[in-house]
Structures are given as structure tokens and as C-alpha cells.
């Protein structure tokens, strides 16, 4: 399979497919009705829009859309976060809900930075706090998912820390060697992680090779595993402010790919992040 590098060739994958059928919640905002109105024009996406009397009835109907049938994605539109993912969860009732019992909610990223030369994904800077090491372990599984259907037959993981030594004074790079053995005995399947690990050496050869680092990464990680919210959510926003950055959005761990774009987020990423979710969509019926 060819591996997709970028969103442009991501949308050009989906154009040769059919419809995904989309359910909107509160998609009412002119960014997100341009993202749909440009998914639908180029054939990939039918989306349906729910507007009802209140958002929290809006985000119900959506789920309930789901598990009619009727709808192989949940598009995020102009509601807060909280709204949508009370009704994904629905604690009262988890079989009407979008979160299999057994699963973790989590959430990822994808970034088209200019100066790097693939997509890189990143989990979790919305979702988690201060995931546990089984929270972790769920986390990179769905993120190796993810690059195994972007082509990426044998994706390199990072789990990002500030120093690259193992040491009881950073109890999570405890965690980190922990996962790190699991993968040596196959746990993952195909995929190689490393850590912990610089952000820095993780995606540049270089920089690992200036400070004596050897890493089976060779400073082409494919996707990052933040030690934290804080550090991914800091990490996101920096991209997305100081640089011309592209990217995509959405949660995982869900029975349906849902995207988790802000209320202020540009047309372009509502429209990548649609994407992202269509091609996993595609991906689950042909599994």
C-alpha cells in the first residue's frame, strides 16, 4: 500500500472510494460548513447536520444515528468538547454510548509539519490527563492502528520525555522501559518504540547523533507519545500557533471514528480532520 505522506494525498485516496456517510452535530459555524460542503463536492462524504432544541439533544441524536446505521462517522461542529463526549461515553448507559466497555477514549493528532518530511502523529493533548501505563499501552496501540492504515507497515513510536536515561526520578520513563520490553517481545505487532526519547532526536538524525544517541528511531518517528496532557496540549498549540503547520484531529478508542476539531478551528483542519475520519471508517469495513 502506498504510504500517504501528506492531506492532499490522504483526500486524493478517498476520492477514489465511495461516500462516507457522515452525521454532523452543530455543524452551523462557516468553517465547518465549508469543510462539509468541499468533502461533499469532491465525492468522498454525504454528511447529515443535526441541529435540535439543545446541543446536549443534538450530540444524542448523533450517537443514536450511529448505532442505526445510518452514519459511519461524528463530525464535531459549533458545541464545546464536554457536550459531545458526555453523549459518546454516556455513563448511564455505556451500550448506547460510542465507547466500548474495555476501551480507552483517547485522542490523536496528525501534523504535516513544513520542515518535516511525512505526516506525524501525536496522542493524547486533549483527552487524557496523566494516562496509566495501561492507558499508554492503549494509546500506542491505536496510534500504530492508525499508521498501519496510512501505509505505514512498520511505524516508529516515540515516547517522549525531557531526558533520554530511565530513572526512578521520572517514575513514567519506568512505564516507558516497560513498553519498550513489550514491543521487543512483539506485544505491538509490527512496530518499533523507543524511549524515553528527546522530541528533538525522535525526528532528527542528527541532533541524536551529535548526543552519542542510538535508537532504533533513527530520528524518523512516525508518531509521538506525550508524557502528559500538558506537554502534548503545549507541544499542539505551539505547532498551530508559530508555525504553517496542517493538521488533523480525532478521537480514538470510540466504535466510530469521531473528530474533535475546536470551535475556532480553520476550515482546513475541519476538512482534514473529516478526512482522517473517513479513511479509518473505510478501513474498519474492510478489516
Known sequence: MHI???FSELTERLKNGKRCRVVSVEANDDHSR???????????AEVTNIHLSTVEESAAEAVRRVHLGEAEVVMKGILNTDVLLKAIINKDNREEGLLPVGN????????KIPTYHKLLFMSDAAVIP???????IAMIKYVIRLCHIYGIEQPRIALIHCTEKVSPKFPIT????KIVEMCKAGEFGNAIIDGPSDLKCAVDKESADIKGIK???EGNADAVIMPDIE???VYYKTLTAFTDTKLAVGLQGTS???TLTSRADTAETKYNSLAMACLQAIAGKQE
Open 174 to 177: 519506568l512505564d516507558y522501559q
Open 215 to 217: 535508537s532504533p528511531l
Open 130 to 136: 496523566y494516562p496509566t501505563l495501561e492507558q499508554r
Open 256 to 258: 466510530c471514528p469521531v
Open 231 to 233: 506537554a502534548g496540549n
Open 4 to 6: 500517504i505522506r501528506d
Open 104 to 111: 480507552v477514549l483517547s485522542h490523536v493528532s496528525a501534523f
Open 34 to 44: 465549508e469543510a462539509i460542503e468541499r468533502a461533499v463536492s469532491e465525492g468522498w
